[in-house]
Nanobody
Framework: QVQLVESGGGLVQPGGSRRLSCAVS????????TGWYRQAPGKQRELVAI???????NYADSVKGRFTISRDNVKDMLYLQMNSLKPQDTAVYYC?????????????????WGQGTQVTVSS
């Protein structure tokens, strides 16, 4: 089991910045990747940014150059630094952990989610 708790959401003006944090705990297995997803009203949940256990990052085109994902393995924290925020960035942001377990019986994949934190970009 993996527990994820997000924090840092709120109201921010267009062009402003915000940092989201996610506390990761409880895994008895290696987490292959952690990331941030978001879901705006009436839309499907979408990937924002992901970082693998090896440190490789990937971003949605819509946030490249504005958002930065990072992690602190000592503190078991995941971060999303969001700069130059736009109204279309308004959404509930979710922290995700992707776990792959390889056994003699097969390979199993699990996704764990936090409860989400609301980010509203508005003047």
């Amino acid at each position: 089991q993996v527990q994820l708790v997000e924090s840092g959401g709120g109201l921010v003006q267009p062009g402003g910045s915000r940092r989201l944090s996610c506390a990761v705990s409880g895994s008895g297995f290696s987490i292959n990747a952690t990331g941030w997803y978001r879901q705006a009203p009436g839309k499907q949940r979408e990937l924002v940014a992901i970082i693998t256990s090896g440190g490789t990052t990937n971003y949605a085109d819509s946030v490249k150059g504005r958002f930065t994902i990072s992690r602190d393995n000592v503190k078991d924290m995941l971060y999303l630094q969001m700069n130059s925020l736009k109204p279309q960035d308004t959404a509930v942001y979710y922290c995700n952990a992707h776990v792959v377990v390889v056994t003699t019986h097969g390979t199993y994949e699990y996704d764990y989610w936090g409860q989400g934190t609301q980010v509203t970009v508005s003047s």
